[in-house]
């Protein structure tokens, strides 16, 4: 997974990958669970199901924030359904296959001139800029406090 792919962007082409890197890792790294096993909460941390729900849920509601929409009601339930348990692992993984093709069809679509244009996310529209006021004094890869490990 490397190098450029024909008719694809530069920019783009890592994105492509990486959704392709984490639908494997993902299907070989849990293909073994049971459903028990993915919605277990060991010393109350996430679920693997609840990790996986959330990846495509995340997918999904970032790439509709990039088509310069606001989250539909569906998105905003299931988020609030993401811990539920009960989903197989393979209802679970297509979820975030379908996630990813969705995100990949648009990421195609994007006009290269658009990349470096400034985006605004969430309710509150925030852009990189205010994201980035919002985080200060945080890390901005895990959002921890300097210094704090």
């Known amino acids: 997974?490397?190098?450029?792919?024909?008719?694809?962007h530069a920019l783009i082409a890592p994105v492509l990958?990486?959704?392709?890197q984490a639908r494997e890792d993902t299907a070989k790294c849990s293909g073994w669970l049971t459903t028990e096993q993915i919605w277990a909460t060991p010393h109350g941390f996430g679920s693997v199901g609840f990790h996986i729900w959330h990846i495509a849920g995340s997918v999904d509601r970032l790439i509709t924030y990039l088509e310069g929409k606001q989250l539909f009601e569906a998105q905003m339930a299931a988020l609030l359904a993401e811990?539920?348990?009960g989903a197989t692992l393979e209802e679970l993984l297509a979820a975030m296959d379908g996630a990813f093709h969705r995100a990949e069809l648009v990421a195609r679509?994007?006009?290269?001139a658009r990349l470096t244009k400034l985006r605004e996310v969430g309710r509150k529209r925030l852009s990189r800029q205010d994201h980035c006021r919002v985080g200060e004094g945080r890390s901005a890869s895990f959002g921890r406090s300097p210094g704090i490990v």
Do not use: L
């Not at 997974?1 to 694809?8: D, K, L, Q, R, T």
């Not at 990958?17 to 392709?20: A, D, I, K, M, P």
């Open 1 to 8: 997974m490397a190098g450029p792919i024909p008719g694809v």
């Open 17 to 20: 990958y990486s959704f392709q």
């Open 83 to 85: 811990k539920e348990p």
């Open 109 to 112: 679509a994007i006009e290269p």
